[in-house]
Antibody
């Protein structure tokens, strides 16, 4: 069974930093692209960014709203995905989900974690 | 960025009703579209990918159609567990973008 478990959320002041983790199990993590998707309280879904697999050089993509502030990384030896979030703004307050994808262009977000809440407030 | 516009934004329906949700893209996206269901306080769940392919384990009352700029999600006979918010997602070009959501409520 595919499992994705996020951790690391919490309360942080504007301008602060936070690192989220996503622990994966039940599938071959190293084969997959991985994404972060967020959802502000009471709002819709917003894609944050992606990291591809080793075969695709671990390249990354980011939403314009987080580019230059967020960095996505992965450790295939630990079956883990990360996002380092710097210079946080109040508008970054959201539940952050990790989601699994594959290199197939048709296969986006087929499994999701339960999410971790990030609150940016003074 | 490609804008995805869902209609309606909210609707009331009864158990057994046929429900259709539309998603329009601001430019052509071929069939690079997925549909997700999210119940209150729960994680999004993919229902449809490649515009019309049913995700394994999803009931056959759900179906998707369309290509280019107009897509539909149809629930042939609404069940009590289908009351939720539905989102479309285009992944034809970066950044992938979601529609604003359609909330299906009980009439």
């Amino acid at each position: 069974e595919v499992q994705l478990v996020e951790s690391g959320g919490g309360l942080v002041q504007p301008g602060g930093s936070l690192r989220l983790s996503c622990a994966a199990s039940g599938f071959i993590f190293s084969d997959h692209y991985m994404d972060w998707v967020r959802q502000a309280p009471g709002k819709g879904l917003e894609w944050v960014g992606r990291i591809r697999n080793k075969a695709n050089s671990y390249t990354t993509e980011y939403a314009a709203s987080v580019k230059g502030r967020f960095t996505i990384s992965r450790d295939d030896s630990k079956n883990s995905l990360y996002v380092q979030m710097n210079s946080l703004k109040t508008e970054d307050t959201a539940i952050y989900y990790c989601a699994r994808s594959t290199s197939s262009w048709s296969n986006w977000f087929d499994s999701w974690g339960q999410g971790t809440l990030v609150t940016v407030s003074s | 960025d490609i804008q995805m516009t869902q209609s309606p934004s909210a609707m009331s329906a009864s158990v057994g009703d046929r429900v259709t949700i539309t998603c329009r893209a601001s430019q052509g996206i071929s069939n690079n579209l997925a549909w997700f269901q999210q119940k209150p306080g729960k994680v999004p769940k993919r229902l449809i990918y490649a515009a019309s392919t049913l995700q394994s384990g999803v009931p056959s009352r759900f179906s998707g159609s369309g290509s280019g700029t107009e897509f539909t999600l149809t629930i042939s006979s609404l069940q009590p567990e289908d009351f939720a918010t539905y989102y479309c997602l285009q992944h034809n070009t970066y950044p992938p973008t979601f529609g604003q959501g359609t909330k299906v409520e009980i009439k």
